[in-house]
């Protein structure tokens, strides 16, 4: 029998913002065509390099799994958030194309005809491409008529865009990853970068062997740990005083940029004098960290010469995760540590498009390019560009509208590639939420634990079977390009959202994403500069690029900041506790997080056979004292309690927690670990606080 013949089809990864670029190697052709292996390629984020999941988590567009007709819930059969994935499909039955359509938008249009538009919300994707984000904010603004569109970004960085908007003026990252070539002093707080972003944690530790100075700060000592020239193991929401006591040492030591602050800055005052209240020697015991080791790394990152700073969820999922932001914000620019190579401030963005997606517009107080939805000016040139009225009233955030659907204002709700029911804080409220629902519309690649709850699920598009631009966390946008045929019915999502849009009214006929991309261009003026040709062409484009001719700016603010007045704003800060503390019932701390080889709610990862192969079972991490108290061995099944729920998982024992807290990854639906959490907000990101909860640990 004759080898199927191979093709070699140039694309990206689905996973992480690195955005690293990629080889499919696919055998065969249609319906038997199988990606047999893929390699990096030498693109701007990855140099040829790929972490596990990119390299063996190709698998899940091909899984058993994978729904390939449209699904209408059959009549009667309720909606219980006692998810079965045992039998699954069982409450829908098969439909057309033109059926389930018709059934998703006439739903859609029942629920505005009777409450108003503001019943209606929608959650789009950062895992899909920019086109699909901005046509789907369009469609929710357009259609529906409400602004309650979001996407997962509320969920991880919502706080620190909040803060960079609100410090410099945009929030995105100044420099790039690589940038780290350029760095004396690398500063990583709050995040895992050898499990979440490891082509970017390669790149630093390539720094690191070069000569500079890594600071890695993390309640939980990280794989990186092991390269770090200091670690900084922080108490649990310590985070505010350990940055301001820093602060607190510059100022103190008078290593701060004069000229920088007087000619580029507003507000420094008021940030100094609450900075000054937090000399290290007078924290040291709230963050278990040596006041002579604040003052080695404060003294570090400020004389540099150059010091970049990346942050990632263990800092804004916080209630208090702007003022994190703010402070990392503080400390570069009373040092003058950004508008160079090798500062700056890179926020590690998660999904492989989340930096798209928010600047596509999935953001309910925002247009696309972070435009107030409440200043009359920005919504009149929307308003001309969509040729619609819009409504003046900016949107809710994830985890309001999932409190407005079961206060029964949000009645009906279209959700394309997100997984609340396994994402958001305090799952058994989510879910309640979603099945209380009178009308949901999911579209997904799988029967996801929200499809579960859906009265229609339409299935998609995966990265590998479409045409999309996608933004890195370096702002690099990149094509992906179809690697396999759709399989059986599945349609892309551009496709999808157009069907529903003319149903609802619009007289939308996009040709395909390229025509999309080019209406993008006019409603952002930081992509104006990028043409689809040169995406084509020339593989990656560096956004903001707001024409043609201008010359790429991969370190961004080196003249001025794009505020009003061109100057960064310090904002003052105090620290805020955590909304829910140990006490006698609950007397440990829990965080959650990802694993190397799953991700997110580990709707892909989970069905990539090699990926769920090296972490099939749900696990957490406990420090062996703490297993010892209660008489239970390394491998233990325990019980993980808190005021929301519980769950029964395996206890690894593990010296890199500290005593009294309790690591857990997000992904595992047998053992959903946002059962456990809380959803207070996060007051200017509205983000929820998924890294500090109150935890009872016992045997099972
Ligand atoms: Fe994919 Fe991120 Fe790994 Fe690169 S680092 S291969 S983008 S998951």
Partial sequence: VAEPAMRAIDSLCP?????????????GDGPAAKIVHVEGRDGPANAGRLCVKGRYGFGYPRHAHRLTTPLIRRPGIPKSVDLDPAAPLAAFREATWDEALDFAAAGLARIKAAYGPHALAGFGSAKGSNEEAYLFQKLVRTGFGTHNVDHCTRLCHASSVAALLEGIGSGAVSNPVRDVEFADVIVVIGANPASNHPVAASFM???????????LMDPRETPLARHAYRYLQFRPDADV?????LACVIIEEGLTDEAFIAARTTGFDAFRAAALAYPPERVEAITGIAAETVREVARLYARGPNSMIFWGMGISQHIHGTDNSRCLIALALMTGQIGRRGTGLHPLRGQNNVQGASDAGLIPMMFPDYQRVADPAIRAQFEALWETPLSDVPGLTVVEIMDAALAGDIRGMYIEGENPAMSDPDLAHARAALAGLEHLVVQDLFLTETAMLADVILPASSLMEKTGSFTNTDRLVQLSRPVLPL???????????????????????????????DELRRALPSYAGITW??????????????????????????????????RARFVAVGPLPAAELPDADYPMVLTTGRVL??????????????????????????????????????????????RRGAIVLEARADEAVQRGSVFMPFCYVEAAANLLTQPALDPFGKIPEFKYCAVKLSAE
């Fill in 205 to 215: 530790k390539n720094a690191v062997e070069r000569g500079a100075k890594l600071v």
């Fill in 533 to 566: 040709a040169a995406l084509e062409t020339e593989e990656a484009v560096v956004a903001p690029k707001f024409a043609v001719d201008e010359p790429s700016q991969p370190v961004l603010f080196e003249a001025d900041f794009p505020t009003s007045n061109g």
């Fill in 241 to 245: 005083t350990l940055l301001l006591s």
């Fill in 487 to 517: 399989p059986g019915d599945a349609r892309p999502d551009w496709w999808i959202i157009q069907q529903i849009a003319q149903r609802l009214g619009l007289a939308w006929n996009y040709a395909g994403p390229a025509e999309i991309f």
């Fill in 15 to 27: 996973y992480c913002g690195v955005g690293c670029q990629m080889t499919y190697h696919v055998a």
């Fill in 597 to 642: 080889e799953h991700w997110h709610t580990g709707s892909m990862t989970r069905r990539a056979d090699v990926l769920d192969a090296l972490e099939p079972l749900p696990w957490c991490s406990v420090h062996p004292d703490d297993l010892a108290a209660q008489a239970l061995a390394s491998g233990a099944s325990v019980r993980l309690e808190t």
